[in-house]
């Protein structure tokens, strides 16, 4: 069965230093990988998605992530940290489930962002 | 916009009662996904439905309903069999050529 592992369950680090969020996967053939971003209250929304070809990812708000499949991890990461980027973030592979598409999510990291 | 909606986006029930949250898209999505969030625990699948008619249990569907008659409507019912039902709830559907999830802003539901 696949599974998402993020190890780091809070992160806080300081605005303007730069980002990098931890994720691992288990998965039996070429993942698609998935990085969601989400507010307090609210829905997820996309920041990346990796799917194949280049391993180096870019997406929204300034993110990116690399897909290293011999250590089977996905990070996130970002140069310079603005307080708007406080939130929750998930990382999800898939697809999964015969004749179907499931995404598998991992259990989020939280940032906080210090002024 | 096109997008996902979600109501309510705040229910209180009492212990014994039914309630259904609604989830609605004008998106054109085939496929559907009801998803449980609690703290620390991220998305758990509830019931993913891939086409009109059709729907299949996800990982911790004991003790909630769906049905899927419209294209454009998923609604969840969560029953009084469903022992810890306080949490939020995200309804989904998936990008017909982008393997995205799309999702709504979510139903939190408390029981008293």
């Known amino acids: 069965a696949q599974s998402v592992t993020q190890p780091d369950i809070h992160i806080t680090v300081s605005e303007g230093a730069s980002l990098e969020l931890r994720c691992n996967y288990s998965?039996?053939?070429?993942?698609?990988l998935f990085w969601y971003v989400q507010s307090p209250g609210q829905g997820l929304q996309l920041l990346l998605k990796?799917?194949?070809?280049?391993?180096l990812v870019q997406g929204i708000k300034g993110f990116e992530a690399e897909f290293k499949r011999s250590q089977s991890s996905f990070n996130l990461r970002k140069p310079s940290v603005h307080w708007s980027d406080a939130a929750e973030y998930f990382c999800?592979?898939?697809?999964?489930?015969?004749?179907?598409?499931?995404?598998?999510f991992g259990k989020g990291t939280k940032l906080s962002v210090i002024p | 916009d096109g997008g996902i909606t979600q109501s309510p986006k705040y229910l209180f029930r009492k212990e014994g009662q039914n309630v259904t949250l609604s989830c609605e898209q004008n998106?054109?999505?085939?496929?559907m996904y009801w998803y449980r969030q609690d703290p620390g625990q991220g998305l758990r699948l509830i019931y993913y439905?891939?086409?009109?008619?059709?729907?299949q249990k996800g990982d911790i569907a004991e003790g909630y309903s769906v049905s899927r008659e419209k294209k454009e409507s998923f609604p969840l019912t969560v029953t009084s069999a469903q022992k810890n039902p306080t949490a939020f709830y995200l309804c989904?559907?998936?990008?017909?050529?982008?393997?995205?999830?799309?999702f709504g802003e979510g139903s939190r539901l408390t029981v008293l």
């Open positions: 998965y039996g053939a070429t993942p698609y």
């Open positions: 439905s891939q086409i009109v008619n059709d729907f």
């Open positions: 990796y799917f194949s070809g280049d391993t």
């Open positions: 998106l054109n999505h085939d496929a």
């Open positions: 989904a559907s998936l990008g017909q050529n982008t393997g995205e999830l799309f």
């Open positions: 999800a592979v898939g697809p999964s489930g015969a004749g179907s598409y499931q995404l598998t």
